[in-house]
């Protein structure tokens, strides 16, 4: 299995902050990686597939990018909406696997 | 829009079978993988498998021999089997469309809201 790392697991920021959050896979996968955004009791929310395309309605503050085993999730302006947790996911081979998470605070 | 709607129930008891379903709305059910995901608070997201429209599945290997996915095209809707279940299958699990770029790459695009489903006498 392909085995996602994300860090920080936690970070607190404030509103208008630069926020960037990293996932790293155990192997090298390409750019079959997805980002997803999930508020307490509701379901991820899909922002990014392929490493760096946008979804379709997601705020151009979202962008991300890299490929083989390092990938980096930014938000460039952090708005009240976005505080949330932040996971990765590959789907370059099965069993798909997620990162545990990064738990973005209010600072 | 394309609306996920999972249900049953919430209660199983342990070595009986999990039994799930998903109604998909708002499009064509045609072309796209659907998944069963779960997430607990000690294990995070865990992709359970999907079932492709026409039929073919693909499972976690952790939990192939106990899950069985299936399609109902007539019905826009997909099934999850879990059978000889235990407190770790205690979860929330989602229902999730899977939508592919030209290059493979599948993504979950839509999102069930989520059941959870305990495992208890």
């Known amino acids: 299995d392909i085995q996602m790392t994300q860090s920080p697991s936690s970070l607190s920021a404030s509103v208008g902050d630069r926020v960037t959050i990293s996932c790293r896979a155990s192997?090298?996968?390409?750019?079959?990686l997805n980002w997803y955004q999930q508020k307490p009791g509701k379901a991820p929310k899909l922002l990014i597939y392929?490493?760096?395309t946008l979804h379709n309605g997601v705020p151009s503050r979202f962008s991300a990018s890299g490929s083989g085993t390092d990938f980096t999730l930014t938000i460039s302006s952090l708005q009240p909406e976005d505080f949330a947790t932040y996971s990765c996911?590959?789907?370059?081979?099965?069993?798909?696997?997620f990162g545990g998470g990064t738990r973005v605070q209010i600072k | 829009q394309v609306q996920l709607q999972g249900s049953g129930p919430g209660l199983v008891k342990p070595s009986e079978t999990l039994s799930l379903s998903c109604a998909v709305s708002?499009?064509?059910?045609?072309?796209?993988?659907y998944n069963w995901i779960r997430q607990t608070p000690g294990k995070g997201l865990e992709w359970v498998g999907y079932?492709?429209?026409?039929?073919?599945?693909n499972y976690n290997p952790s939990l192939k021999s106990r899950v069985t996915i299936s399609v109902d095209t007539s019905k826009n809707q997909f099934s999850l089997k879990m059978n000889s279940v235990t407190a770790a299958d205690t979860a929330v699990y989602y229902c999730?469309?899977?939508?592919?770029?030209?290059?493979?790459?599948?993504?979950?695009?839509?999102w069930g809201p989520g059941m959870l489903v305990t495992v208890s006498s």
């Open positions: 999730a469309r899977g939508g592919r770029t030209l290059f493979g790459l599948i993504y979950f695009d839509y």
């Open positions: 708002g499009g064509s059910i045609s072309g796209y993988y």
């Open positions: 079932v492709y429209h026409s039929g073919g599945t």
């Open positions: 192997q090298s996968m390409s750019s079959y």
């Open positions: 392929a490493a760096s």
């Open positions: 996911q590959q789907t370059y081979s099965a069993p798909f696997t």
